[in-house]
């Protein structure tokens, strides 16, 4: 298996440095110095903040323990290190092309497959089962939160209006992935019809007979493996567990974020609603690398709704975005560099054992 390269190049950073402009823009209208945001970053407490940063790296680490249960059910052997690291080197693919976590998932099915070869299906069904996971808890967490700032007399008519255009949004796509799943008969066409649309554009060009057939076989073992999924309630129930602690994780991010800067007057519905909000809409792919400027306007904004003073708000974005964003960047990149360099050794060690 070799691991893909993706190189950063001075055109991949432009789009980064204008979503940052923009940003420090947005919060230079609301009167928040620069100056202001670095003296409040050097009076942050750094044990709160270190155990931020641990509980960043803790949110993957469960995010990971999930899907390999699901792999493991399906016997895919992929060691608990192995599943990690490719979660971090999805993480990676992702920040460098952000298309609502579909790169690192397409990535993490990738990997297995080469790893392991006839395991495309397998591997497909168990991010799909993963992503409907997620989506379920998202969307308990949006409604519940909703609830509770209801009952509050809370909730702005901005704030729920946008939770109810998420939560509809978010439902449609849970019924239509769940759909697509159970119906082979439906997915097959889709995908037929994606191939002769592509064969269509190539003019005849492209010889898509065996890519076809490969599709057919990982269609076949994809929706079998779903079909596994319905009766093993047990690993459905561990994978669930694992990612409800993966997502209460990424709460205390911004909790402990919150404890280093010495700020207590955001209640723990409010937290966990501004971070079901900001991760939904984040989801939303806008084609930047790095996703920098629009999720930290939004999450700015969002804190700001919910009361917290706008220099507070602006640093706390700063300070959490440097945990969920640059350094799960650069530990990805790590992962994606320990694999290519596991996968030469061992390339070396094959090409030793036949002289």
């Not at 003296?39 to 899907?67: G, H, K, P, T």
């Not at 917290?308 to 300070?319: G, Y």
Request: proline letters at 2%; glycine letters at 6%.
């Amino acid at each position: 298996m070799t691991a893909p390269r993706y190189k950063v190049t001075w055109k991949t950073l432009l789009l980064p440095i204008i979503g940052l402009a923009a940003f420090f823009i947005y919060i230079y209208v609301f009167n928040v110095d620069i100056q202001q945001i670095v003296a409040e970053m050097e009076r942050i407490n750094l044990q709160y903040y270190l155990i931020a940063a641990i509980v960043s790296v803790l949110d993957v680490f469960f995010f990971a323990l999930a899907w390999h249960s699901l792999l493991r059910f399906l016997h895919v052997k992929f060691s608990v290190l192995k599943s990690f690291a490719l979660v971090w080197v999805s993480i990676f693919i992702d920040t460098l092309i952000p298309a609502e976590a579909v790169s690192g998932e397409l990535a993490r099915i990738y990997y297995v497959n080469k790893e392991q070869d006839g395991t495309a299906g397998k591997a497909t069904a168990s991010v799909v089962a993963q992503r409907l996971i997620g989506m379920g808890i998202l969307l308990a967490t949006l409604l519940g939160g909703m609830i509770v700032l209801l009952l509050q007399s809370l909730l702005s008519g901005m704030i729920l209006g946008l939770i109810l255009f998420l939560v509809s949004i978010t439902c449609v796509l849970f019924v239509l992935i769940l759909f697509l799943s159970f119906r082979e008969e439906w997915t097959f066409r889709m995908l037929d019809s994606l191939i002769r649309f592509a064969e269509w554009i190539g003019r005849g060009r492209w010889k898509l007979t065996k890519f076809r057939e490969e599709v057919v076989e990982i269609h076949k073992a994809f929706h079998i493996a779903i079909k596994e999924y319905i009766h093993a309630p047990k690993t459905l129930a561990i994978a669930t567990s694992y990612s409800i602690m993966s997502w209460l994780l990424s709460i205390f991010i911004f909790y402990f974020t919150f404890l280093a800067m010495g700020y207590n007057q955001i209640s723990w519905v409010a937290i966990v609603v501004v971070t079901s909000i900001f991760v939904s809409l984040k989801s939303i792919p806008i084609g930047v690398p790095f996703e920098v400027g629009l999720p930290e306007i939004t999450l700015t904004t969002l804190l700001m709704i919910f009361g917290v003073p706008s220099l507070v708000s602006a640093t706390v974005t700063i300070l959490t975005r440097l945990l969920t964003l640059w350094l799960r960047f650069f530990i990805g990149f790590g992962a994606q560099q320990w694999l290519g360099l596991r996968d030469i050794i061992t390339r070396k060690g094959k090409d030793t054992s036949f002289k």
